[in-house]
């Protein structure tokens, strides 16, 4: 799936931060904590509560942050639909990556159990 360019330059620039608080709403709404968020972006990203604190207060753009982040080598494993789109068909690399973010918020707040989120 292609994004058009300005999709994804907004995207791109808007900081972590921005979104970070509406992840953990969406999934304290639906019974889960924010420890179990933390623990889905470490898994992804590689980072721990240090980075995370430090990437939020740095208001990093979701560029930056992915930019910093060691991709979890399990990570081509999330499949499935985000926002109407397959994210193992999206073309741009980054923009994958933050939709693999989404998927699994979206897996945690569905109540699925962690070590499946996870692909372990």
Known sequence: MKTDEKTLTRVYRMP?????????????NKGRTKAELHQVITWLTGFD???LERHLAQETSFEAFFADARLNSNAPLITGVVCGVRVEDIEDPLMQK???LDKLVDELARGK??????RS
């Not at 972590?16 to 304290?28: D, G, L, N, W």
């Open 113 to 118: 159990i962690i070590g499946k989120i996870l």
């Open 98 to 100: 933050v939709r693999y």
């Open 49 to 51: 509560d240090t980075d």
């Open 16 to 28: 972590f931060s921005a979104v970070y608080p509406h992840y953990v709403t969406k999934v304290e």
